[in-house]
């Protein structure tokens, strides 16, 4: 298929599960995609397995003049993009009396603040026409214990992409967002659960999903092709939950 055939595509976190499976899905549908991370081997990496149609770019996304980097970037190689992801994420779960100042600002900074200036900062190098994906969580609706600064971190994001919508509109640029329930991703790793307890992890939450199991990464790729794809062209404002049905348990 050629659902994005030279199709310009902007995924930050693509060195990574949801972000990687978005990459290489992509390129399989013909886009040209430019994934930014924090890793340079992990970046690196990466755009050797999807191959001749990306690029990487490292650098800290909580930093404002990464986002400099990606427009001046996009500018040199393609002048103007088609769609922007804003994936990258991170996630500490600490009951709110336990969340240290460095870890609420870790986390807004990275999930909401460089969503913000991300979108502001290539918002004049997107094609009219184009579209903006958001990736947020069910956790920012559906209560988890322990995960109050990221349901906020997140929320805010949905907030921005409702008010994209309208704003993004006289340019018919669509602006949506999808948030994924458990997805088995190195986040999970990231979140401290010892290799030896994943699988009791991973049956305990598996069992709080209707589907009976976690997510996986291109499950959640093929949710985002959607979104940015003409397929989608009667859609935008909206939140899709790729969950397994989870926010309804
Ligand atoms: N997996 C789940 O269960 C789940 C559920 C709900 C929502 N989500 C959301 O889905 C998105 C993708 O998560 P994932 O599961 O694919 O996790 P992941 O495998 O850990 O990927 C996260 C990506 O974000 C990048 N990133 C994080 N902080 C960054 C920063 N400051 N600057 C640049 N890049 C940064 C990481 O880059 P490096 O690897 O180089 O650090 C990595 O590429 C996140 O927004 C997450 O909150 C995931």
């Known amino acids: ?26 390129v399989t549908e013909g886009a040209h995609v430019l994934i930014v991370g924090r890793r340079q081997a992990a970046v690196n990496a990466a755009v050797t397995e999807l191959g001749d149609r990306a690029m990487g770019l490292t650098g800290d996304l909580a930093d404002p003049s990464t986002h400099d980097r990606v427009a001046s970037w996009v500018a040199e190689r393609f002048g103007m993009l088609d769609i922007y992801i804003a994936n990258a994420g991170v996630n500490t779960i600490s ?6 100042l460095d870890e609420y600002e870790t986390q807004f900074a990275t999930n909401t603040r460089s969503v913000f200036f991300g979108v502001q900062k290539i918002a004049s190098q997107l094609r009219d026409g184009g579209a903006i994906l958001l990736t947020s969580s069910i956790a920012s609706s559906k209560v988890f214990e322990g995960h109050a600064a990221y349901a906020g971190s997140k929320a805010a994001i949905e907030a921005f992409a409702r008010s994209w919508a309208l704003e993004f509109n006289e340019r018919g640029i669509r602006v949506n967002v999808i948030s994924p329930g458990p997805v088995d991703t190195p986040i999970l790793s990231k979140l401290g659960i010892a290799a030896a307890d994943r699988p009791a992890f991973e049956t305990a939450v598996a069992g709080k999903i209707p589907l009976g199991r976690l997510g996986r990464a291109d499950e959640l790729a093929h949710a985002a092709l959607f979104l940015v794809s003409d397929e989608s062209s009667f859609v935008t404002g909206i939140n899709l939950n790729v969950d397994g049905g989870m926010s309804l348990a």
């Open 1 to 26: 298929m050629n659902r994005l055939a030279n199709k310009v595509v902007v995924i930050t976190g693509g060195n990574s599960g949801i972000g990687f499976a978005m990459a290489k899905l992509f």
């Open 95 to 100: 009951r709110s009396d336990r969340v240290s």
